[in-house]
Every structure is written in C-alpha cells, then in structure tokens.
C-alpha cells in the first residue's frame, strides 16, 4: 500500500514519518513511504493541519500524532478494501 | 486556596531545609517552592479543562462554521477560534490555503493566523501567575485587537489582489476526506486527547515555568527594591518602536518569550514596551515571512509588517502612557 506523510517539517511530522514507518515495518505489512512537503500538494488533500497520515490516497488522520495502535488499525482497513 | 502552598512552602523551608527566617535564600526558596507549584497546578487544571472542550474542535470545523459568516462578526469569530485552538507556524499555509479556498474572506483568515499563536492557554496561566491578572488580561485583549484590526485592515487594501495563487473551490470530494477525524467523541475520547494535550504541553512548557520563577525568585530574594526603582527604564518614546522592530523578525513561541519578558519588567522596563516586545516575536517571524512567501506577494508581506510595527507600537505606548508602569 501507498502511504504518505503530510507536513511541511515541522518536529511533529517527522515523528509521524518515523512512528509510520517503524509500526507498519515491525507489523510485516508492505508498503512504500512517501513524504509530501509542499504546501500546494498538500492543499490536495484538504488537509489544513499537519501532520497528516494518508494510506492509498485517504486521509487517515491529521492535526496529531495517532498511536500506534491506530496506524495498525488504519493500515489494515486499507488492505481490506 | 493557595494560602495551604504558601504555608507548605514555608514549613519545607523552615523545617527540611531549615533555613535561617528572615535570609534572602529562605524567602527566595519560599516564593521559587509557591509559584512553580501553583502554575503547575494551574496549568494542568486549565490544560486539560480546555482541551476536554476542545477536543471535537479542528480547523476543519472552524473553516466550515466561518464560511460565509457576517464580515465583522466574521473578524471577532475567526479571533477568537485563534485564540482557543492550538496553533503551529508549519501549519499556517496549508491552513490559509484551505480558508481561501473555502472563499473565507483574506482578511478573516489573517484575524485567525495573527491571533492564533499569541494567545493560548499556557500563555495565559504563565503570564497571570508571573505577572498578575491585570497584564495578562491586558495582552489577551490586545492579541484579540491584533487580530481583529488586522483582519479588517487586510480587508480594506483588498489582499487577495497579493496572493500568488487564484482562488479555486475545493474539489467536491473534500467533504468526506476533511471532516473524517471529527465524528462523535465518546467523553474516554475526549479524556485521552485532553491528557495527550496535556503532556504534549508540558513537556514544551515545564522548563520555562523553571527558569522563568527562577529569575522572579531570585529578584525576590536578592535584588533590593531601591535598584529597581533607581533604574527604572526612562521609557522614551522611541524604545516601543525599537522593541517592536527588533521583535518581528525574532522567533519565539509565547510560553518562551514570558520569563523573559518577566525579568525585563522586574528590572523595571515599562510593562508596555515589554508587553509590546513579546507580541512582536510572537505573532511572526522572519522564517514564518519566508514560508509566508509561497502564498503572499511581497508587497503583502510589507504591509502586514508595517501592520504590526504600527499597531504593537501603539499598544506599548498606549500602555506606558496609561499605566505607568503601575501594575
């Protein structure tokens, strides 16, 4: 699955990019990671506060740091539809 | 109600540590002990109340109850939003690139994005307990003013003639994609974001609660009143304007800039030319200027400087005029 991440640099973001990816690695799911930095891109999505988390090409979260358990839970609704 | 901290910080300082009565270390321990105990408290109260009410609250909402408001009530609305929801300079494109394309009027937006970072709650609680109710009161009526002014100001020059971008409307799929984060909360929900808030918070805010009593401690114990008042600040006309300029490019957050702003009153600047210095490096920034760039032209960007030059001088004069360093 396609995830990205949603942020233009802020501290939060980054931790996002890093929770993301550690989660979704140690849960054996498959994925590729991409970052979207540039505000316009990010328009895109109507997301209006980052960071935000988007799992082939939906809005999952934004505003905050979801827990772990929430990324799972995400990914796996993802795989399922 | 605080009268059980004030004798609990004596009893720890008369009877642990037992500290001569009457020392300048005791009573400076003393007031250090009171305070960082009372704003602690305070803070985790006033953190956590607020965050319960606003965890169902996101910008998504705002921009949707904004759109196509009544213009002035629109400025006030927009303010005060600022005022209560958390608010990240990262955050400020993708945030005034989504209230434009909603068609909210640019002046309403900048009513968001000036007051947004000035005012919130651990400024408010910080700064009442540092430097008393009257000066915060005084500072939150001013951060809503900035706002508001500048809203309507933004409005009369028409900004959207300086954006870089046209103004397009949402795709139509937004709808579902925006508003998926904001469906009902159970009150453990609200429960868990209210105590996240509140870690998330502290851990950017308990050093400055430090160092901040700290310094009031020390002047309370060491620095003799005489000095103060020998030296007090002259207060020329001319030291507002320079603070403010200074300040605009400097990058702080608000909770950052109070101990500061605390020891520069204690030394005896005038609490306006101090109150004006902290708005300044806390509403914007040469980086946020920067970042700024991608949606405004430069002759907006030029305008919102002088906006704030002008209207954060006129603070600090009105008042050092007013108060007199009274407070």
């Known amino acids: ?46 997301v209006m506060s980052t960071p935000a988390l988007v799992i082939n090409g939906k809005v999952k979260v934004s505003g905050r740091l979801p827990s772990p358990e929430e990324i799972i839970k995400f990914a796996k609704d993802a795989e399922n539809e | 109600m605080f009268d059980i901290l004030k004798q609990f910080a004596g009893l720890i300082v008369d009877s642990v540590l037992r500290l001569p009565a009457g020392c300048n270390c005791s009573s400076g321990l003393q007031f250090f002990i009171e305070e960082t105990i009372k704003i602690f408290l305070l803070l985790t109260v006033m953190i956590y109340v607020i965050a319960w009410l606003r965890a169902s609250l996101n910008v998504e909402k705002v921009r949707d109850y904004l759109k196509g408001k009544n213009r002035f009530f629109g400025y006030v609305t927009a303010a005060s939003f600022g005022a209560v929801t958390p608010f990240c300079s990262c955050s400020s494109i993708p945030l005034f690139l989504g209230f434009t394309s909603a068609r909210i009027p640019v002046g309403i937006t900048m009513s968001f994005l000036i007051t947004s970072p000035m005012i919130n709650e651990a400024v408010v609680v910080m700064l009442g307990g540092l430097l008393g109710v009257k000066l915060t009161m005084i500072y939150v009526i001013f951060g809503m003013l900035a706002g508001i002014i500048g809203g309507i100001f933004f409005d009369i020059i028409k900004a959207e003639r300086f954006l870089t971008f046209k103004v397009e409307p949402l795709p139509a799929s937004d709808a579902g994609a925006a508003t998926a ?100 490096t806390v509403a914007v920034s040469l980086p946020e200027f920067v970042m700024l760039k991608q949606v405004m032209k430069t002759r907006m960007l030029i305008y919102f400087f002088v906006y704030l030059l002008i209207f954060f001088t006129l603070c600090g004069w009105v008042l050092n005029l007013v108060c007199n360093n009274q407070l």
């Open chain 1, 1 to 46: 699955m396609k995830v990205q991440i949603l942020g233009t640099g802020c501290p939060k973001c980054k931790a996002l990019a890093e929770l993301a990816e550690k989660t979704l690695h140690e849960n054996g799911f498959e994925f590729e990671l991409e970052k979207v930095t540039d505000a316009f891109q990010i328009m895109k999505f109507s």
């Open chain 2, 181 to 280: 984060a904001s469906s009902k909360l159970s009150l453990r929900d609200r429960h868990r974001f209210a105590v996240g808030e509140l870690k998330d918070i502290m851990k950017r805010v308990w050093l400055w609660i430090f160092i901040g009593v700290g310094i009031g401690a020390f002047i309370h114990g060491f620095v003799p009143q005489a000095y103060i008042v020998e030296h007090l600040g002259g207060g020329q006309w001319w030291s507002v304007p320079a603070a403010v300029g200074l300040g605009i490019p400097l990058y702080s957050n608000a909770t950052g800039m109070i101990p500061v702003i605390d020891v520069l009153i204690r030394k005896g600047l005038p609490a306006g030319t101090a109150l004006a210095f902290m708005m300044s």
